[in-house]
């Protein structure tokens, strides 16, 4: 297929669209309007009351973002115009039946017109409410599959999902979907509606304690951790994504699915605004945090592969999976990673933003650079504990026994440190997966979806390839720079 097929390919089609409010969702909605102005509608969910703060949810959080500002340029006075004729807000959930949509004629609309369904939104939160991801992650996807089989022209749902649903693996990983009730401890099976009746039950329980909001907060978070390890995943959000595979592949019947599986998503390489991203994720607290010397140390192996993958080349898998694989009655996994091809490690990560603020230093007032030592790493937890026990824990002992001789003086000092202890050592733990991960992201299927593509002049426009990258040039001249020069002040 030419990429020419594939942007025709969009010609005329309908495509419904839920999370565009979020990151990787903006990229898509604009792209699909950039390569093909002739798509016939996008369709985008949103939570909304009603379709007044439908539209203006997506005026304010989609279009009027500087991520659309080469479209706004190349059709003018007409691009309010073009974006009324092609984009459709729909208020909605896909937490709800029906996704949440009221407007009875609107849904026949749908049902008659889409074409394409592309599943973005989820809730991203590792260590999220239970309920809160079950009823996204995992209703969520349902919701979209019943809606999207209830469409008359579906050619395809795509589902976005996670590359880390495979929860802590060694070795390489195929592209392999999940069997429903798989768990990844032997011997014991996911029941998902007994899931939804144990959060059932819990909330029962916890109203009946007359618990405060946060307790129930509290008490649905840890409930979500102890569900995903029981069953071997490492945190709520995984292990609810990967729930949420489950039922699509065991409701789509004969719905072609495709699920797309990213790792770490971040800013965009090489279209049009390179260093775009949106919020501050994963890898990036660790960059602002060493920028604003809060943070000194990093914990992981240096050799681990980080696994990045810039939102531009996510994007760009994701349209070709559409065009390559509508009306295909299968279903197909696609990594969307770079750990098989073109490995980043940690270290790489830590020199780079080293050597970005060796060139780029933060200013006293008095205007002298100020001097920043190199990232160090940890290697392992236990030297993370020991580094914790000896600065934190001990100097937190003595702090108890000295508010102990002065009556409680200073009670409110050392809650709020020990808070601030156990806070980062849950987080230390949560993100210990990936940061110590040890698994490879086999991407056959992705590099077959690249041989459909025949070799033509402007093969950038769909690039996803992840041997393109140059780490080194992406991390110290786009992602780096752009997030602390969007942060740093903040
Ligand atoms: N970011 C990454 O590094 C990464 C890596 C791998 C995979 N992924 C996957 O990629 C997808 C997009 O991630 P992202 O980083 O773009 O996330 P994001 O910025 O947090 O956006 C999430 C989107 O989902 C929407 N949403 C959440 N709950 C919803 C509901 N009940 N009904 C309708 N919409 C709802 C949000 O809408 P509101 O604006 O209303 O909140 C938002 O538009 C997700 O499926 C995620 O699992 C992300």
């Given at each position: 297929?030419?990429?020419?097929?594939?942007?025709?390919?969009?010609?005329?089609?309908?495509?419904?669209?839920?999370?565009?409010?979020?990151?990787?969702?903006?990229?898509?909605?604009?792209?699909?309007?950039?390569?093909?102005?002739?798509?016939?509608?996008?369709?985008?969910?949103?939570?909304?009351?009603?379709?007044?703060?439908?539209?203006?949810?997506?005026?304010?959080?989609?279009?009027?973002?500087?991520?659309?500002?080469?479209?706004?340029?190349?059709?003018?006075?007409?691009?309010?115009?073009?974006?009324?004729?092609?984009?459709?807000?729909?208020?909605?959930?896909?937490?709800?039946?029906?996704?949440?949509?009221?407007?009875?004629?609107?849904?026949?609309?749908?049902?008659?017109?889409?074409?394409?369904?592309?599943?973005?939104?989820?809730?991203?939160?590792?260590?999220?409410?239970?309920?809160?991801?079950?009823?996204?992650?995992?209703?969520?996807?349902?919701?979209?599959?019943?809606?999207?089989?209830?469409?008359?022209?579906?050619?395809?749902?795509?589902?976005v999902s996670t590359a880390y649903v495979v929860g802590?693996r060694?070795?390489?990983i195929s592209e392999k979907?999940?069997?429903?009730?798989?768990?990844?401890?032997?011997?014991?099976?996911?029941?998902?509606?007994?899931?939804?009746?144990?959060?059932?039950?819990?909330?029962?329980?916890?109203?009946?304690?007359?618990?405060?909001?946060?307790?129930?907060?509290?008490?649905?978070?840890?409930?979500?951790?102890?569900?995903?390890?029981?069953?071997?995943?490492?945190?709520?959000?995984v292990?609810?994504k990967a729930?949420?595979e489950?039922?699509?592949?065991?409701?789509?019947?004969?719905?072609?699915?495709?699920i797309m599986r990213p790792t770490i998503i971040?800013?965009?390489?090489?279209?049009?605004?390179?260093?775009?991203?949106?919020?501050?994720?994963?890898?990036?607290?660790?960059?602002?945090?060493?920028?604003?010397?809060?943070?000194?140390?990093?914990?992981?192996?240096?050799?681990?592969n980080l696994d990045l993958i810039?939102?531009?080349?996510v994007?760009?898998?994701?349209?070709?999976?559409?065009?390559?694989?509508?009306?295909?009655?299968?279903?197909?996994i696609y990594h969307v990673t770079s750990s098989f091809?073109?490995?980043?490690?940690?270290?790489?990560?830590?020199?780079?933003?080293?050597?970005?603020?060796?060139?780029?230093?933060?200013?006293?007032?008095?205007?002298?650079?100020?001097?920043?030592?190199?990232?160090?790493?940890?290697?392992?937890?236990?030297?993370?504990?020991?580094?914790?026990?000896?600065?934190?824990?001990?100097?937190?002992?003595?702090?108890?026994?000295?508010?102990?001789?002065?009556?409680?003086?200073?009670?409110?000092?050392?809650?709020?440190?020990?808070?601030?202890?156990?806070?980062?050592?849950?987080?230390?733990?949560?993100?210990?997966p990936y940061?110590?991960f040890?698994g490879i992201f086999e991407d056959?299927?992705l590099?077959?979806?690249?041989?459909?593509?025949?070799?033509?002049?402007?093969?950038?426009?769909?690039?996803?390839?992840?041997?393109?990258?140059?780490?080194?040039?992406?991390?110290?001249?786009?992602?780096?720079?752009?997030?602390?020069?969007?942060?740093?002040?903040?």
């Amino acid at each position: 297929m030419e990429i020419g097929n594939i942007v025709e390919f969009l010609r005329d089609k309908t495509i419904f669209v839920t999370g565009s409010t979020g990151f990787l969702g903006k990229i898509f909605v604009e792209k699909v309007l950039r390569v093909q102005p002739n798509v016939k509608k996008l369709f985008l969910l949103v939570r909304a009351d009603d379709a007044e703060v439908a539209k203006r949810r997506v005026l304010t959080d989609v279009i009027a973002k500087e991520l659309f500002d080469a479209l706004r340029e190349k059709h003018g006075i007409g691009f309010d115009a073009f974006v009324s004729e092609k984009v459709n807000p729909v208020a909605g959930d896909i937490v709800c039946e029906n996704l949440g949509i009221e407007d009875y004629d609107l849904m026949k609309e749908l049902y008659k017109e889409i074409d394409i369904v592309v599943n973005v939104a989820a809730t991203t939160n590792f260590y999220e409410r239970y309920d809160v991801a079950l009823n996204i992650n995992v209703l969520g996807a349902k919701h979209v599959m019943e809606f999207a089989k209830n469409c008359t022209e579906i050619k395809m749902l795509l589902h976005v999902s996670t590359a880390y649903v495979v929860g802590e693996r060694e070795g390489i990983i195929s592209e392999k979907p999940f069997q429903f009730g798989e768990t990844l401890v032997e011997g014991e099976y996911l029941d998902i509606e007994e899931e939804l009746k144990l959060i059932v039950h819990r909330k029962e329980e916890l109203k009946m304690k007359k618990s405060t909001k946060d307790a129930e907060k509290s008490s649905m978070k840890e409930l979500g951790i102890k569900r995903a390890r029981m069953f071997g995943w490492p945190n709520t959000y995984v292990f609810t994504k990967a729930m949420g595979e489950m039922l699509l592949g065991h409701l789509r019947g004969e719905l072609p699915l495709v699920i797309m599986r990213p790792t770490i998503i971040t800013s965009i390489y090489k279209d049009l605004l390179p260093g775009w991203m949106e919020g501050i994720r994963t890898i990036d607290n660790l960059i602002l945090g060493y920028a604003k010397g809060k943070i000194s140390c990093f914990l992981g192996d240096p050799d681990v592969n980080l696994d990045l993958i810039p939102g531009d080349i996510v994007v760009n898998a994701m349209i070709v999976a559409i065009a390559v694989n509508s009306n295909k009655k299968a279903q197909i996994i696609y990594h969307v990673t770079s750990s098989f091809t073109n490995m980043v490690n940690c270290s790489k990560l830590a020199q780079c933003t080293y050597d970005y603020m060796l060139k780029n230093p933060r200013m006293t007032n008095e205007g002298k650079a100020i001097k920043m030592s190199k990232f160090r790493i940890m290697k392992s937890m236990s030297s993370f504990h020991i580094l914790m026990i000896l600065r934190y824990r001990l100097p937190l002992l003595g702090l108890f026994f000295i508010n102990f001789a002065m009556c409680g003086l200073c009670s409110n000092l050392l809650k709020k440190m020990w808070k601030e202890y156990n806070l980062v050592m849950q987080f230390s733990e949560i993100y210990r997966p990936y940061t110590f991960f040890k698994g490879i992201f086999e991407d056959v299927n992705l590099e077959g979806l690249r041989m459909t593509m025949v070799k033509c002049d402007d093969t950038t426009l769909l690039d996803f390839d992840p041997k393109n990258i140059d780490w080194d040039d992406y991390l110290i001249s786009i992602h780096i720079p752009s997030i602390l020069t969007k942060y740093l002040c903040k």
